[in-house]
Antibody, heavy 117, light 112 residues
Framework: EVQLVESGGGLVQPGRSLRLSCTAS????????MSWFRQAPGKGLQWVGF??????????EYAASVKGRFTISRDDSKSIAYLQMNSLKTEDTAVYYC????????WGQGTLVTVSS | DIVMTQTPLSSPVTLGQPASISCRSS???????????LSWLQQRPGQPPRLLIY???NRFSGVPDRFSGSGAGTDFTLKISRVEAEDVGVYYC?????????FGPGTKVDIK
């Protein structure tokens, strides 16, 4: 059974940092590109960023709203993807989803990040 | 950025009747690799999204065959042949052809 489990969410003050982790199982993690998406309370879905598989170069892409503040990385040996979030803003408050595959194949349950003073 | 639009935004449906959702992109979703990365996602109340259809018309594993996708270029459609109670939720189209990936606003399907 495929599972993606996000962790690391919580309440954080504006300007601070947080690192989310996504632990994968049930599929060959290293073969898949991974994305992070988010969903603000009561809103639609928004793409945050993307990391290619190692075979495709392992490079990253980011939404303009997070570029320079967020960093995606991956550890294929542990089947974990990370989202490092720096200089957090109140508008970053959302449920963050880890997703496997370019087409949005596998979704985690999400982790809530609340940015508030 | 590619803008995705969906119609209708709300779709009250009678159980057992068909439903159809249209998705339009502001530019062609054909990737240089020849694929069209247009997906349909379902989000039931209180649940994370799940993939229904990928690359326009490919039903994901475990998705009932009452769901089907069609289209090409900039115009795409999701059809539910006979709506069941478990189909209630919000449906999103998503393009993953060009960065940034973008979503339609969502179509809320509920039962009349």
């Amino acid at each position: 059974e495929v599972q993606l489990v996000e962790s690391g969410g919580g309440l954080v003050q504006p300007g601070r940092s947080l690192r989310l982790s996504c632990t994968a199982s049930g599929f060959t993690f290293g073969d898949y590109a991974m994305s992070w998406f988010r969903q603000a309370p009561g809103k639609g879905l928004q793409w945050v960023g993307f990391i290619r598989s190692r075979a495709s170069g392992g490079t990253t892409e980011y939404a303009a709203s997070v570029k320079g503040r967020f960093t995606i990385s991956r550890d294929d040996s542990k089947s974990i993807a990370y989202l490092q979030m720096n200089s957090l803003k109140t508008e970053d408050t959302a449920v963050y989803y880890c997703v496997g595959g370019r087409s949005g194949v596998y979704w985690g349950q999400g982790t809530l990040v609340t940015v508030s003073s | 950025d590619i803008v995705m639009t969906q119609t209708p935004l709300s779709s009250p449906v009678t159980l057992g009747q068909p439903a159809s959702i249209s998705c339009r992109s502001s530019q062609s979703l054909v990737h240089s690799d020849g694929n069209t990365y247009l997906s349909w996602l379902q989000q039931r109340p209180g649940q994370p999204p799940r993939l229904l259809i990928y690359k326009i018309s490919n039903r994901f594993s475990g998705v009932p065959d009452r769901f089907s996708g069609s289209g090409a270029g900039t115009d795409f459609t999701l059809k539910i042949s006979r709506v069941e109670a478990e189909d209630v939720g919000v449906y999103y189209c998503m393009q993953a052809t060009q960065f940034p990936f973008t979503f339609g606003p969502g179509t809320k399907v509920d039962i009349k």
